[in-house]
Each structure stands twice: as C-alpha cells, then as structure tokens.
C-alpha cells in the first residue's frame, strides 16, 4: 500500500536546523495520518509530532513545541519535520509513519501504532 521514505538527515551543530522530508508512494498521502518518530542510541522509539489526515491539526510531543514544525503537502505527496534550536539530545534516527485509521491525533502519536514505516533518516547534533 504505502510506502515512505525518509530524506534530510544530517551532522548540524547545536543550536542549527534541519529539514526532514517523508515522501510517500503507492497511495496518495492525502488518506494517511502521518506520524514523526525518533530513536536515540540505546533508547526507544518516541513520538515527536503527528499530523492529522482529515484537518490542519498536528500535535507535538512536549520536547517538540516550540522548536519543531511538522506540515504535510498532499499534492506532491510529501511531509515534513522542520527543525530548528537543535540540542544533541536530539540525536537519532529519525522515522516517518503512515497511519489510516485511528482514535485521536494524541493517541494515535503517543501510541505508534503504524501501517506503515519508513526505514528512517540519521539526524546528528555535534559539535
């Protein structure tokens, strides 16, 4: 069905911006709830921002507000993370998810239950 691939990922110093893209292929985005996700080394997975497939609302994880900025485009098929004010904590492999149905945006981000996974893009803070 859906298939995502994630692109941007790079070695940003601390303080820099970065912008993830998350293209999607084989059903148009416009049907999917898209969720932003990352992993540190030696940590879980986490939610960082969720977008909502039927309106404009996106829900940010509290790490997240106020310094990472998810959109969609659905004509091109593709979302997007920017983020800016970027600590090393915010080192990882960073992944995008497609999700059909769910319950409510927050669940469906803090629950991380996907149909569908993009293999991922790696994000460094260092100086």
């Known amino acids: 069905q859906l298939q995502l691939v994630e692109s941007g990922g790079a070695l940003v110093q601390p303080g820099g911006s970065l912008r993830l893209s998350c293209t999607a292929s084989g059903s148009p985005l416009k049907y999917w709830g898209i969720g932003w996700f990352r992993q540190a080394p030696g940590k879980e997975r986490e939610a960082v921002a969720c977008?909502?497939?039927?309106?404009?609302?996106?829900f940010y994880v509290d790490f997240a507000k106020g310094r990472f900025t998810a959109a969609r485009n659905n004509a091109v098929n593709t979302a997007y993370l920017q983020m800016n004010s970027l600590e090393p904590e915010d080192t990882g492999v960073y992944y995008c998810g497609g999700v059909l149905a769910y319950t409510t945006l927050q669940n469906m981000c803090l629950g991380g239950v996907m149909n569908s996974w993009g293999k991922g893009t790696l994000v460094t803070v260092s100086s």
């Open positions: 977008i909502s497939s039927h309106d404009d609302t996106i």
